[in-house]
C-alpha cells in the first residue's frame, strides 16, 4: 500500500542551529503535503503545508520544500529555539481523493540549550 | 468559530466495560477522521467518516470498535468491551471541503485518553 517513510526519528540540534526533517512519499497522486507538531501530551497542530504546485513555502522560521520528481519534502526550521521541542510528523494526501492522509512515523526534536 | 471539540477528556473503564468517546467538529466541517495514538508513538488511522455515512474503516478493529457520525451530533467512537491494550489517546479530527474539490487541513481535537484497568 501507499506510504509515508519519515527520517530521522529522533533529531537533537543544538539551539540556535537548524533543523531538517525529510519525507518520502509512495503515491504519484499526492498532491497536498501538511505538517504538524504535538507538544507533549497535546494535540497534533498544524505548522505549514504545501500543495504540489508549489515548490517551498516558508513562515518566518519554517520552511517546506517539495520535489514531485523525487517525491520527497522536507521541513526547515531555521534559529531553533527551547519551544520548538516536539515531535514533528509529516503527511501526504491520499491518491486524488484528497480527502485522507498517510502520515509519517514521526520525528522527535530535541533543542539542547 | 469553535476547534474540534472531545469528551471526555478523559475515560477510565475497567475491563469488559463499553467506553463512548465523542467528537464535534469544526463549525462547517463534515469530515471526521479518528486516530489512535500509543504513548511514544505514532498517529494510527482508524476510521473517517461523512455525515451518515462510514467512509473508510480499514484502520478499525472489526471486533468491539464502531464509529458513527449521525445526521445531528458528534461523531462517536464505541469500543465495547475494553481491554488493556485499549488503553490510548484518542484524536479526532475535521476537515472541510472547498467547493474546487481540494484536499483541505485537519484539524485535531485535544484527544480523549483512555485507560483501562
Known amino acids: 500500500g501507499e506510504n509515508v517513510e519519515q527520517h530521522p526519528s529522533t533529531l537533537s540540534v543544538q539551539e540556535g542551529d537548524s533543523a531538517v526533517i525529510k519525507c518520502t512519499y509512495s503515491d504519484s497522486a499526492s498532491n497536498y503535503f501538511p505538517w504538524y507538531k504535538q507538544e507533549l501530551g497535546k494535540r497534533p497542530q498544524l505548522i505549514i503545508d504545501i500543495r504540489s504546485n508549489v515548490g517551498e513555502k516558508k513562515d518566518q522560521r519554517i520552511a517546506v520544500t517539495l520535489n514531485k520528481t523525487a517525491k520527497h519534502f522536507s521541513l526547515h526550521i531555521t534559529e531553533t529555539q527551547p519551544e520548538d521541542s516536539a515531535v514533528y510528523f509529516c503527511a501526504a494526501s491520499w491518491g486524488d481523493s484528497n480527502y485522507q492522509l498517510i502520515w509519517g512515523a514521526g520525528t522527535k526534536l530535541i533543542i539542547k540549550p | 468559530n469553535a476547534g474540534v471539540m472531545q469528551n471526555p477528556r478523559h475515560l477510565v473503564r475497567r475491563r469488559g466495560q463499553e467506553a463512548r468517546l465523542r467528537c464535534s467538529p469544526m463549525?462547517?466541517?463534515?469530515?471526521v477522521y479518528w486516530y489512535r495514538q500509543l504513548p511514544e508513538e505514532g498517529l494510527k488511522f482508524m476510521v473517517y467518516?461523512?455525515?451518515?455515512?462510514?467512509?473508510?474503516e480499514s484502520g478499525m478493529p472489526k471486533e468491539r470498535f464502531s464509529a458513527e457520525f449521525p445526521k445531528e451530533g458528534p461523531s462517536i467512537l464505541r469500543i465495547q468491551q475494553v481491554v488493556r491494550g485499549d488503553s490510548a489517546a484518542y484524536f479526532c479530527?475535521?476537515?472541510?471541503?472547498?467547493?474546487?474539490?481540494?484536499?483541505?487541513?485537519?484539524?485535531f481535537g485535544p484527544g480523549t485518553r483512555l485507560t483501562v484497568t
Open positions: 467518516l461523512q455525515k451518515e455515512n462510514i467512509i473508510d
Open positions: 479530527a475535521s476537515s472541510s471541503w472547498t467547493s474546487g474539490g481540494r484536499s483541505y487541513e485537519q484539524y
Open positions: 463549525k462547517g466541517h463534515s469530515h
